[in-house]
């Protein structure tokens, strides 16, 4: 049975959490705890390594003057010196690995943030065409129904269809509960049809 853990971190990371977590098909939780797994094994490695083992090697008079002068430099014994050397020599390895990383990953953070983008233009063109669309069909049925009370009832419809008009731009500014309701629900159809 699994327990939950809370904890606070950078934006940034998050995004690069979620980043890669996309990119694995997982979801935060799963990745996050791939991580903690991760980075429990390093540590465990790390308690490992911290333990002393006698290593014999062989190297070059100018490499054995140079540890020496390491030594002299840092004020500590030839071994020490020789230890200090190794773990900033693996610690390059290891910046440059992780460098690499950190590149794939924002690379691809580049490419979901590029995605993310060109679908929100993608629904935007869609909602704008769509409220143009609609707004052209008001404009000619509201025409369509002047003429024709013009000509079947013989009066001036100009006023009746200004009137109108009027009405529906004081609802829309204060829209009523039913209709703030009716808008949302219309924006939430094509928003949903938009993600099919």
Known sequence: MKQQVSLTLDVRLVAALDGVAATGQVTRSEMLEQLLGVGIDEHAKRKAAEQKVTLSVRVTPTTAQHLKSVA??????????????????????????????????????????????????????????????????GIATREMMTAFLTQVLKIDARPISEAAWTTAVDRLSSPSPQIRETMRQILKAVTHDGQQ
């Open 72 to 137: 002299t430099s840092q004020k500590t014994s030839k071994n020490a010196a020789i230890e200090y050397v190794i773990e900033r020599g693996l610690a390059s390895l290891i910046d440059e690995s992780q460098t690499a990383a950190l590149g794939v990953l924002f690379d691809r953070l580049e490419d979901v943030a590029q995605q993310a983008q060109q679908e929100h233009n993608r629904q935007t063109h869609r909602l704008a065409h769509l409220l143009s669309r609609t707004t052209l069909e």
